[in-house]
């Protein structure tokens, strides 16, 4: 069975200073992977995918994220925190083996950006 | 920019009452979903929506729910007779590929008192 890990609820960083957001998954198959990004009383937004081809994909606001095979991880970054990027960021996966279009989220990681 | 939207933005119902909430997907979409989010935890998939059909679903929808796309331009998620413990946020969303992003709309937030 699918399933998604994100180890931290929360991260805190400082602004200007470099973030990660960890994300490990775990399917039978090749995994599509995603990010989405939750503000206060809003859906989810989407910031990057992985399907296939080159490990680091590049998605919305300068985020970035690296698909790691041997890992099992897909961990979500950027090179410098906005105040502005304070959130709840979810990790997502879908196993496209199972044939349906089920997306298995993580229970998401809250980042605080500090001015 | 077009735009997942979801009808009404709140709803109290309850126990036992029979609720409909609806969706309209992005207009070209083919694949739809429904998600909860019960507060401050996950986002927990409900059921996936293709080809007039449910495409997949998970263990929380049992007989009790069900998906209806009525007229084409309309997606809707009928809970038969709640509870308690349904009480939740609902997202839904629509892709245009199966592969592809999914775009969520701003969510309903059931009450069940």
């Known amino acids: 069975a699918q399933s998604v890990a994100q180890p931290e609820d929360q991260v805190n960083v400082a602004e200007g200073n470099p973030l990660t957001v960890k994300c490990t998954y775990s399917?039978?198959?090749?995994?599509?992977l995603f990010w989405y990004v939750q503000y206060p009383n809003r859906g989810l937004q989407f910031l990057l995918k992985?399907?296939?081809?080159?490990?680091l994909v590049k998605g919305s606001y300068g985020f970035e994220a690296e698909f790691n095979k041997s890992q099992t991880s897909f961990h979500l970054k950027k090179p410098s925190a906005l105040v502005s990027d304070s959130a709840l960021y979810f990790c997502?996966?879908?196993?496209?083996?199972?044939?349906?279009?089920?997306?298995?989220f993580g229970a998401g990681t809250r980042l605080f950006v500090k001015a | 920019e077009p735009e997942v939207t979801q009808t009404p933005s709140h709803q109290v119902t309850q126990m036992g009452q029979e609720v409909i909430l609806r969706c309209v997907p992005i207009?070209?979409?083919?694949?739809f979903y429904w998600y909860r989010q019960i507060l401050g935890q996950k986002v927990e998939f409900l059921v996936s929506?293709?080809?007039?059909?449910?495409?997949?679903k998970s263990e929380i929808f049992d007989d009790q729910f069900s998906v209806e796309r009525p007229d084409g331009s309309n997606f809707t998620l009928k809970i038969r007779s709640t509870k308690l413990e349904d009480s939740a946020m609902y997202f839904c969303?629509?892709?245009?590929?199966?592969?592809?992003?999914?775009?969520f709309g701003p969510g309903t937030r059931l009450t069940v008192l």
């Open positions: 929506f293709y080809n007039n059909e449910i495409s997949e």
């Open positions: 997502a996966v879908r196993d496209p083996t199972t044939g349906g279009f089920k997306t298995i």
């Open positions: 992985y399907i296939t081809g080159d490990n």
């Open positions: 399917v039978s198959g090749n995994p599509y």
């Open positions: 207009s070209n979409h083919l694949y």
């Open positions: 969303a629509s892709s245009g590929t199966g592969v592809g992003e999914q775009f």
